[in-house]
């Protein structure tokens, strides 16, 4: 049998190139369920969730922390840029998204909401827990490098990584602090989407490499033990 090119939904049959006559084949797509619904449903369900988790119900973390807040900004910054997020794309569903299929196999929402309901709560369990605290990479890096002249010494050592994961840098790189620095600013950068952001970006990016190349040649110099597979900034590259 011929396989013959699928129709669109606005097609009229009197305005197809064919003939006086002609055979159509119907296919069962299954149950269906419209784009405009499915959207709905996935964009609603991370919303609620994070609130459950944000304002700690009590089955969440248990009846000694329920309706608590964290004292750290970032949790509630966290909660309204995602809030923010999933209403503006409710917003575009509504009103802006058109779409060229009217409807998707009804299966398929099963795993698109596992996909984001799930990773919703995931991440909300984690940033809104009563124990989280806002890690910083910068701050870990200047902490280790404190902690080498603990003594008052001057002396220069070479900087090794932490039980910090924030430390590990050091395994790749010299300065891990510039790069942290730096992938702030282009983190930074990326969401103002503002050239002079952009521009003090890449002179900042310029400027720390001048000076993790020169603590890097430094630390060649002093150290005849230096570990070979470290870079001034970036990992294998620079």
């Given amino acids: 049998m011929m396989k013959g090119k699928s129709l669109r939904n606005e097609e009229i049959l009197q305005h197809l190139p064919v003939g006086t006559t002609?055979?159509?084949?119907?296919?069962?797509?299954?149950?269906?369920?419209?784009?405009?619904?499915?959207?709905?449903?996935?964009?609603?369900?991370?919303?609620?969730?994070?609130?459950?988790?944000y304002f700690r119900m009590p089955f969440v973390y248990?009846?000694?922390?329920?309706?608590?807040?964290?004292?750290?900004p970032?949790?509630?910054?966290?909660?309204?840029?995602?809030?923010?997020?999933?209403?503006?794309r409710l917003i575009e569903t509504i009103f802006v998204h058109r779409f060229s299929h009217g409807t998707m196999p009804?299966?398929?929402?099963?795993?698109?909401?596992?996909?984001y309901w799930g990773f919703a709560a995931w991440l909300?369990?984690?940033?809104?827990h009563p124990l989280y605290?806002?890690?910083?990479?910068?701050?870990?890096?200047?902490?280790?490098l404190s902690d080498l002249r603990r003594d008052g010494s001057k002396t220069r050592k070479i900087p090794y990584p932490?039980?910090?994961?924030?430390?590990?840098?050091?395994f790749f790189v010299s300065c891990p602090n510039y790069t942290y620095e730096v992938g702030t600013w282009i983190s930074f950068t990326?969401?103002?989407?503002?050239?002079?952001?952009g521009l003090f970006t890449l002179l900042c990016f310029i400027q720390m490499t001048i000076w993790a190349k020169d603590k890097h040649y430094t630390y060649l110099r002093e150290f005849k033990d230096y570990p070979s597979v470290r870079m001034p900034i970036i990992p294998f590259l620079l």
């Avoid at 248990?62 to 750290?72: A, C, I, K, Q, V």
């Avoid at 009804?106 to 996909?115: D, E, Q, S």
């Avoid at 605290?133 to 280790?144: E, K, L």
């Fill in 22 to 53: 002609a055979t159509l084949y119907f296919k069962d797509l299954g149950p269906q369920i419209g784009w405009t619904t499915v959207f709905l449903i996935e964009y609603t369900g991370p919303l609620f969730i994070y609130f459950l988790f």
């Fill in 62 to 72: 248990g009846l000694d922390e329920r309706f608590t807040s964290s004292p750290h």
């Fill in 74 to 88: 970032v949790v509630n910054l966290a909660c309204i840029c995602h809030s923010f997020h999933y209403i503006k």
């Fill in 106 to 115: 009804l299966r398929n929402i099963v795993k698109n909401c596992l996909y």
């Fill in 124 to 128: 909300a369990y984690y940033i809104n």
């Fill in 133 to 144: 605290t806002p890690p910083s990479g910068n701050f870990s890096i200047h902490v280790a």
């Fill in 162 to 170: 932490t039980k910090n994961p924030f430390t590990w840098l050091f």
């Fill in 190 to 197: 990326i969401m103002t989407q503002c050239v002079p952001v």
